[in-house]
């Protein structure tokens, strides 16, 4: 039979020899390995205080975009729950009233926007299939919760904060990441 | 009374109180318990006559080993007062009485005969106890004895392999 | 006059008692701290960290903890044994420290004070009497809690202490044959600005060092606790402090029968190369029985180490190998040495 691996090694079943009997040699040899590990260093990353950075392709809890001027980019078409495998995105589309331009950028946005955080796998479709550059995936976890209905995200939750109004807490929810346009 | 006299009664009474118990308690692993109680106090005595090898012999050997080989077979074999074959007969209770009255019967005679003066305890002096004289002593003047009773222990050592190993 | 003994020593002595207790106990304590820094060093990890600096009063916290924890003692045990086991395991742990030689004499307002609770001539026996009855300990405990686990842990940890205790004293023979005492003051001094026993018995010290590991019932010779197994083994049934005295006697039981081979072996409290009658005249006597003192610590937490050092690398023996290396090999190697060893007494004492 062929071998599965090259690095196969046949089992030596000779008798030991009085040395090897002896387990005094085998032990020590063992020791000093336990003994040399203890000058390495440990690879631990104590969480709190520190955190690994993000790799640049994370995906992470979705937020909703806004533009320069902190009108809402969403128009409610549809596209996103449309490509979500997981069916985790639910939405009701409303018209723009008179007054209400400043709020949203085009005629048509979305009333009511839904994510199950629990339905959701990441995987980043909706930004894909997104044609007004409204949903993106960011650097941060879905934080646990006691109960299923804390992970449905409503709108709220998703929205990025108005660059206009709240510059500082925008520049942070927008994270380290380049933007892609 | 000094204090070795009060140290005599008390360890006297732990011996004789642990002794009773031993055969009076109904659960076999607490009568163990009991004969180590005994066997500690028989130990207080040794140290009372200045024989502290003995005395700390009598803990490693006695209260050590052999009684932990007792609690062994006892808990391995989970005696206790429902597993005990039932004592039908009633002839062997008055007999065994009689039998231990006519013991301590005897004991009190050869005792009573005995003259007390000559056998005083030496009390906290005397080094025969110590493990340089023992030692000395048993290689000297009671050699063979020593040794018949070593051979004694290596026939004994030597049996208990030949029945182990009977299916062999 | 009831008691005509000298009420400065019962002082001295109590003072020195609840000394040295009270430093086993923290010793103890922290030697926890130190097993899982240990470990976590030679796994590549970082261990207890969280709690104060360094994680320095883990120790305070487990115990806290264990103090705070539900009792719960089986329906069906005997109430007095299950309580009476952790308790033995405890004193006989603490009372093995009786005899061990701290250091040399201190003088304190004017009296000499000897650094060692008792200096009982046959010392090296009153170890052996102890560690014999400390299998009492493990053994009530575990029939008392009425469950099968804890009983085959406290078999198994009770004919592993009696089977290595034989080995233990045959080689402890060949010493006492070299040294020709029994107390271990006496041995100590002996060793003072001479050779350390360990270099006069390699062999007889092989045996000890592998025998006491098995008397402490610590790994490679846990099977008493083998987890896998049996599943706390014999303290299976306990819980709250009582588990922990269980826990903490093991830790005692290392740091003291470390002191032990300290004084035996490795020359106690002498300070290797350095003429110790010289350093008194120069250094004063107090200084120098503290330095003593520190030497002996030191040397016995270092064989402290050695022993968690063992546990991280070393795999647990199986019950058949254990009997073995027991009875088979330890015990004829330290009837050999101890035969050799008296042979070449008798050939340089002849001669």
Not at chain 3, 31 to 50: C, F, H, L, S, W
Request: hydrophobic share 50%; aromatic share 12%; glycine share 8%.
């Amino acid at each position: 039979m062929q071998a599965l691996t090259s690095r196969a090694k046949p089992v030596d079943r000779r008798p030991m020899s009085l040395l090897e009997r002896a387990y005094l040699p085998a032990i020590f040899k063992g020791m000093s390995i336990t003994f040399g590990h203890m000058f390495k260093k440990a690879p631990t990353i104590r969480y709190p205080e520190q955190t690994r950075p993000f790799s640049p392709v994370f995906r992470g809890l979705h937020i909703l975009n806004r533009d320069e001027q902190g009108r809402e980019n969403c128009t409610a078409c549809g596209l996103c729950a449309v490509a979500c495998p997981a069916e985790a995105i639910t939405m009701e589309a409303a018209e723009r009233k008179a007054g209400e331009e400043n709020l949203y950028r085009e005629e048509k946005y979305a009333a009511k926007y839904e994510i199950n955080m629990l339905r959701c796998i990441f995987c980043g479709l909706c930004e894909e299939a997104c044609p007004k550059d409204a949903i993106y995936l960011s650097e941060t976890f879905a934080p646990a919760n006691f109960q299923r209905k804390g992970f449905i995200y409503s709108k709220d939750d998703l929205l990025i904060p108005n660059p206009v109004t709240e510059p500082e807490a925008y520049a942070k929810a927008k994270g380290g990441r380049v933007a892609v346009k | 009374m000094n204090v070795i006299q009060i140290l005599f009664l008390f360890l006297s009474a732990v011996a004789l109180g642990g002794a009773i118990m031993v055969v009076a308690s109904k659960n076999p692993v607490h009568s163990i318990l009991y004969l180590i109680i005994t066997f500690f106090a028989i130990s207080g005595h040794y140290i009372l006559l200045n024989a502290q090898f003995l005395a700390i012999v009598n803990v490693i050997v006695y209260a050590g080993a052999i009684m932990v080989l007792f609690l062994f077979v006892v808990m391995l074999m989970n005696l206790n007062a429902e597993s005990a074959p039932p004592q039908k007969n009633k002839y062997i209770l008055y007999g065994g009485t009689i039998a231990g009255a006519s013991l301590m019967l005897v004991l009190v005679s050869a005792l009573k005969q005995t003259t007390q003066g000559n056998h005083r305890m030496l009390v906290n002096s005397g080094a025969g106890g110590l493990i340089e004289n023992l030692g000395k002593v048993l290689f000297t003047d009671y050699v063979f004895p020593f040794e018949i009773s070593s051979v004694l222990f290596l026939s004994a050592m030597i049996g208990a392999v030949v029945i182990s190993k009977k299916e062999a | 006059m009831l008691l005509t003994i000298d009420l400065g020593l019962i002082i001295e002595k109590l003072v020195l008692i609840i000394v040295v207790v009270m430093s086993s106990l923290v010793i103890a304590m922290y030697a926890t701290y130190a097993e899982r820094k240990v470990a976590a060093v030679m796994q590549d990890r970082i261990g207890p960290n969280r709690a104060g600096p360094f994680g320095l009063f883990q120790p305070l916290a487990d115990g806290l903890k264990l103090f705070f924890k539900e009792e719960i003692i089986p329906n069906f045990s005997s109430k007095f044994l299950f309580i009476l086991g952790p308790s033995l395991a405890m004193l006989t742990a603490m009372m093995t420290s009786a005899v061990i030689p701290w250091g040399d004499t201190i003088t304190l307002f004017g009296r000499e004070i000897h650094l060692q609770i008792a200096d009982i001539n046959i010392g090296i026996l009153y170890v052996f009497g102890v560690v014999s009855m400390g299998v009492y300990g493990i053994m009530i405990g575990a029939w008392a809690s009425n469950n099968k686990f804890s009983l085959m842990g406290g078999l198994r940890a009770a004919s592993q202490i009696i089977s290595y205790e034989l080995a233990m004293g045959i080689a402890l023979i060949a010493l006492l044959m070299v040294t020709g005492t029994l107390s271990l003051k006496a041995m100590v001094v002996g060793q003072m600005d001479g050779i350390w026993n360990v270099i006069k018995q390699p062999l007889g010290f092989v045996i000890f060092i592998i025998c006491v590991f098995a008397e402490c019932n610590r790994t490679p010779f846990d099977l008493a606790e083998a987890e896998n197994e049996l599943i706390g083994g014999y303290h299976t049934e306990y819980s709250s402090m009582k588990l922990g005295f269980y826990l903490f006697a093991e830790y005692i039981n290392m740091f003291v029968s470390s002191a032990v081979m300290v004084s035996l072996f490795f020359g106690g409290y002498d300070i290797p190369f350095l003429n110790d009658a010289h350093a008194v005249e120069t250094y004063g006597q107090n200084w120098m029985a503290v330095w003593h003192i520190i030497m002996f610590l030191g040397k016995s937490f270092f064989f402290v180490y050695f022993f968690m050092w063992v546990r991280w690398t070393i795999p647990r023996f199986r019950y058949d190998q254990l009997m073995n290396l027991g009875w088979k090999k330890l015990l004829p190697l330290a009837l050999i040495n101890m035969l050799v060893t008296g042979a070449v007494i008798l050939y340089f004492t002849t001669k």
